[in-house]
């Protein structure tokens, strides 16, 4: 018998680092809080390197915002995509997700505009059809 | 928490604020990319240092100096680069 694969994900190697110092119990959680942190800085520096120079009120707004919204989305979103796409696991898009969520930043307007603009072309009726 | 560690994490908050602020001033389309990619080791080093716990955030403020200063290396190759040399009387 073969002994199974080791997951080496970047969440587990957190947990694992994790479960050294803080327990079992509470690793998991701190270990996806901790990796969506880490991306989410990440992130918000290649955000803040693709806007044109800003005041420094306005980084600081948007490393607020983006924080508060990388917490709140990540973990739902990774579940979404993974209930909706069973080949992605939702521990894997942690990462991913909240690296993207701050650096596409404030391009999500464009991006939002892109997606009602392909909706709109696809859901008109097409010459001849009624 | 302790003082200590309420120090350091007003000075890892402050460390990482001050690239942010760096890395604001950068231009994509004039600003080499190994400077951000320097002042982004640096600040993913501080941020681990910030959610990690407390062996593995030195040994990641560690790698995050040793990374800024091996992706700089190139520029202090062949004696201190332009902009360090003090000013001389006329």
Wanted: aromatic share 8%.
């Amino acid at each position: 018998m073969t002994p199974p694969e080791p997951d080496l994900s970047p969440l587990s190697v957190v947990v694992a680092l994790l479960t050294l110092f803080v327990g079992p119990q509470l690793a998991p959680a701190l270990g996806a809080y901790s990796l969506i942190l880490i991306a989410w800085f990440g992130g918000v520096l290649i955000g803040v390197w693709r806007l044109p120079p800003a005041p420094r009120g306005m980084v600081a707004v948007f490393t607020v915002v983006t924080l508060i919204v990388t917490l709140g989305v990540t973990v739902p979103a990774a579940d979404v995509l993974a209930r909706h796409m069973p080949v992605l696991e939702a521990k894997g898009l942690l990462f991913p997700i909240a690296v993207l969520i701050p650096a596409v930043g404030h391009s999500w307007l464009d991006v939002a505009a892109w997606v009602w603009s392909l909706r709109r072309r696809f859901s008109a009726p097409k010459e001849g059809e009624q | 928490m302790s003082t200590a560690a309420a120090i350091a994490l007003g000075l890892l908050v402050a460390g990482m604020w001050a690239i942010l602020c760096r890395v604001n001033q950068m231009q994509r389309s004039v600003t080499r990319g190994i400077v951000f990619w320097q002042h982004a080791a640096l600040g993913l080093g501080l941020i681990c240092g910030l959610v990690l716990p407390a062996e593995w955030a030195r040994v990641a403020l560690a790698a995050g100096v040793l990374l800024f200063l091996l992706s700089s290396s190139a520029r202090w190759k062949d004696g201190a680069p332009a902009g360090t040399e003090k000013e001389r009387a006329q």
